[in-house]
């Protein structure tokens, strides 16, 4: 289907006057119906209230339930054209697991007005988080990346000129970790792991995802860690601080080893599950996800030693972190194979949730 083409089991009712991230809600619907793998059954159209701004899986529940209608109180939301369908009423507040962002939440429906266009916004925007992450993106930074967004979206910058931006910034980092300028180092660091955040949002808000720019993001999002925690070994030299040859490899050896071992532990997960993360098992594995030795919570311990004036300390300790995260994962995933040997399935503790 082609991206600028309204799809034919579409049917817009309603007013879309009033701009949203950017866009008119005519515009925003037609590109979530766009990036849909999911079709109305043939002879029926997918109806759509243009007066409501709604979350992005409303519509993937309205397509893969096409015997129900969501509402807002009397007012009709979305829903395919299906006689007799039963209706569930957004306001009360159900809540549907979300698969593609590992949460359960609460669909919105917000009526799109000038006066409602600021808090729909946000409520878009808060839809697009992944409920399971680190405790940076989670608790640090959300109102900082939203107002980014916000903006980005206001100069039509598009998700891959933020990501691109992002990546000029962490390559700078390194060569800042690597000539030992730490809390330069940081500064850029900082800007680029709140990018890293922007970028996702805003192709989520704008309806802007892409193949290519989920291979940008996460290709970088994967290669650049160790090469910064390489780097800083290397700056520790401009400090007085350097390890020695001995340190040096078991540090390094240490974080990249671990680094690579736990992304094989979680892929095997996945692999093993049926698409199912290892962070949203169980609800230890969630909570855990908040500090285990990813890039976020290693800035922390780092930024700590640097507070102390001690960066080796901080590398040394990112090491030990990085392999006891490693081990917990692993005992998760033998853990995992011990209940399905058990007859017991793996399921999400999110998914289990009542709805």
Known sequence: MSNDVMPEWLALSGSAEVPIWGMDNRERVRRLACASKKTPPEGRKLQVNLAYVFDPLLMRLALDNPDIAFVHGDRFVIGVDTPGAKTVDLATGPEFYNAQLRKLERPFAI???????AQAERASYNASYKGVTDL???????GLAFHMTRIAAALRMTPNMV??????????????????????GM???????VLDTVDGKLARCTVTSSWWGNIFDHGI????PPFWWWAWAVGLGRWGLAYSTETFAWVIGAIVGGYVVQRLIEGAFMRLYGGIHIHVWQRFDSRFRLITARRNPNMVILFVSLLFARPDIGLVAVAWWTVLSCAVHAVRLVQARAQTSAGKPVTSWLSEAPQ
Do not use: E, N, S
């Not at 500064?187 to 792991?193: E, H, N, P, R, T």
């Open 111 to 117: 009526p799109l007005t000038a006066g409602t266009r």
């Open 136 to 142: 940076l993106t989670k608790y640090l930074w959300p």
């Open 163 to 184: 990501t691109a931006i992002g990546a000029a910034l962490c390559v700078w980092a390194t060569v800042l970790f690597w000539q030992g300028h730490y809390w330069q």
């Open 187 to 193: 500064a850029a660091g900082f800007v680029f792991m």
């Open 221 to 224: 999002d994967l290669v650049h």
